[in-house]
């Protein structure tokens, strides 16, 4: 066995599951090894029945007080008894587990572990684990990955799966330089890998994590160096401010903001200046991006030259296309849109417009960076929302072009210290404001016992005339978390509201055509409600929409939260937030409470890692910053720092990072390094 042994070769892996993980982007052993688990459970000393919270799993210790009883409901058996401590009581159900009525006595104690809910009036647990009290004392030790899943795959399959891998894994060499091993004393690569996967113990989960994230950090940052290498130094295209962009200014039904304007001075003189410009264009969510990336668009296309703008998604890609469409085809500008979903007709065509240089600007998705699209002087790469490429990515796309300028957009809010880190490459500008036109929008915490007053409000909202989001954090049930399910949820909300309102759903799994269609239909004011995945998260752009409420928002990152927020707010109209959890958790609930204290970005990511500490790593990752797995850029600041001291050190010593051999990290390393 080896990397590229393909899974369907493992043990216990046929056509459907080996299909099941292909869904998962899982083909072979190396990317098997590479998915990570989500989170861990663990087992915490166990409460009181009086202890206990609706809807947080905890175990719970009870002495059975009740005969263990079978009963038949069609073909299932339902095996019932009930628990009692000096708190109160609590009843256990097990479905199909017959053997239990020989295995669990009356009058013995026992820890039971599972997810308490409230049912025909009494507290209750569905097929929780059942441990003798010895037993649990040895379970405590024990961490237990949860995988990321899909139709077709269970966590068990998973794990059965990496453990088959463990000979391969343990004899994959040490990468990293032995100057850094002896600096940092990280522990070992294979070491690391096999311990994300079955820690020891909780202390080897920490250690393998903090290698791990080291080592992402280790090899962005060394590929971001070699990639500026010289850059300065390097010549461009000299893009000249022009008459159209100003009077396009001017024509605007709003006034670029101060911080607009300044960004907009910096990027034009680095584009007059004959030298490469790499910037980062870093503005919170609704602070006015997009038009800055027009402007400059334009000038590039009046002076002769083509430019690309790259964006995350197709629907986002289309809106960017339609925007640009109608503020620059007066202006006699062609603009294209090339996405994946585009026939292969639509691809000959639009190549063939792109190499001839009758198209001035190409907008779409990664489909840019293909070998097929050849381009005519393409002198300005603009790529939307930054933390959604790889390097590799963002370099392809520049490669396309003799030295073309780079711009990046992102809606991450990095402090300007950890940005120089990991935009080495990269000059930093700023758009610190929100436009003056945009009120603020009004935020609530609260509980699901909330949902119909929510309910009747999004009714009144969209009799008069506004249009509401909901955001749900999975598409179908998994094994392991409960959430609400966004084709369910639709169907149940078709039959909550009112029978003239239009209800919609969107997910990731949905085809591309699909999606646009839908997004089409909700800017045309078609659909009123629109349930949605986190696939709305980036750029999409409705004036209209004003109320937005998200289903199980302790599910998600603050962060994600607020560029999700960044959907609504963005018209004329007074727009709200609705955060609902079913956590009584208090942690939680402060947690989210920063959403109400505050707009900005910035202020609440920083408030997010004071809460959070120096990262949680036993639960639920922060969602998608930059492109990192486990690397949190806050959380991990200090790992950060001394990845990117290991990084000058090498540096400083003449070290030649195309050296490094690593199957799994030495294609992004190679690929910088040959730039």
Known sequence: MDGKTNVIELKGIGEKTAAAFARLGVRDVDSLISMYPRYYLTYDDPLTVGELEIGQRASVEVRISSEVN???????????????????????????????????????????????????????????????????????????????????????????????????IRRIPEYLPS??????????????????????????????????????????????????????????????ACREADDLIASLPYQLTGAQKRALE??????????????????????????????????????????????????????????????????????????GSSTAKEKREIYEKIKTHQADIVIGTHALIQEKVEYDQLALVITDEQH?????????????????????????????????????????????????????????????????????????????GRQVYVICPMVEESETMEGENVVQYAQMLRGSLSPSICVGYLHG??????????????????????????????????????????????????????????????????????????????ETLQRLEVLNQSNDGFYIANEDLKLRGPGDFFGVRQSGMMDFILADVYADADIMKQAADAVKLLEEEGFDFSTIKNSRLEKQISLAHNL
């Not at 104690?109 to 441990?131: A, Q, S, W």
């Not at 430019?307 to 620059?328: C, I, K, R, S």
């Not at 930093?428 to 009747?456: H, Q």
């Open 509 to 586: 799994r949905m085809k591309a055509k699909e999606k646009q269609q839908i997004m089409d239909d909700f800017s045309d004011g078609k659909i009123d409600v629109l349930v949605s995945t986190t696939v709305i998260e980036v750029g999409v752009n409705v004036p209209n929409a004003a109320v937005m409420m998200v289903e199980n928002a302790e599910r998600f990152g603050l962060a994600q939260l607020h560029q999700l927020r960044g959907r609504v707010g963005r018209g004329e109209h007074q727009s709200y937030c609705i955060f609902m959890t079913g956590s009584k958790k208090k």
């Open 179 to 240: 100057q850094i091993m002896e600096k940092y004393h990280p522990m070992e690569y294979g070491q690391a890998i096999w311990n994300i996967h079955f820690p020891k113990s909780k202390e080897a989960l920490v250690q393998a994590k903090k290698r791990l994230i080291f080592d992402e950090f280790f090899v962005f940052i060394s590929a971001m160096h070699m990639m500026s290498d010289g850059q300065e130094e390097k010549s461009s295209y000299r893009i000249a």
């Open 388 to 464: 959604r490429f790889g390097v590799r990515q963002r370099e392809s796309l520049a490669k396309k072009g003799n030295r073309p300028h780079v711009m990046v957009m992102s809606a991450t809010p990095i402090p300007r210290t950890l940005a120089i880190i990991l935009y080495g490459d990269l000059d930093v500008s700023l758009v610190d404001e929100v436009p003056a036109n945009r009120l603020p929008i009004k935020n609530c915490v609260v509980n699901t016992s909330y949902r119909p007053t929510a309910y009747r409000f999004m009714e009144r909202q969209i009799q008069e």
């Open 266 to 339: 910096e990027m034009r003189r680095d584009l007059a200046s004959g030298k490469v410009m790499n910037r980062l264009l870093q503005g919170d969510v609704g602070s006015g991006k997009t038009i800055l990336a027009v402007i400059l668009l334009l000038m590039c296309a009046k002076a002769g030259y083509q430019g690309v703008l790259m964006a995350p998604t197709e629907v986002l890609a289309n809106q960017h296309y339609e925007t640009f469409q109608e503020l620059l085809d007066s202006y006699g500008i062609h603009t294209v849109l090339l996405t």
């Open 70 to 168: 079978i009963r038949y409901v069609k073909r299932m058996k339902i095996v019932t008894c009930l628990g009692k401590d000096e708190t109160g009581t609590i009843s256990f159900t097990w479905f199909n587990m017959p053997y239990l009525k020989k295995q669990i006595h009356r009058g013995r104690d026992y820890i039971l572990t599972g997810t308490p809910v409230f049912k025909n009036g009494r507290l209750c647990m569905e097929h929780p684990e059942i441990f003798a009290p010895e037993d649990y004392e040895a379970k405590q030790q024990t961490l237990q990955p949860i995988y990321p899943l899909t139709a077709g795959l269970t966590n068990k399959q998973i794990s059965k799966a990496v453990k088959q891998t463990e000979e391969y």
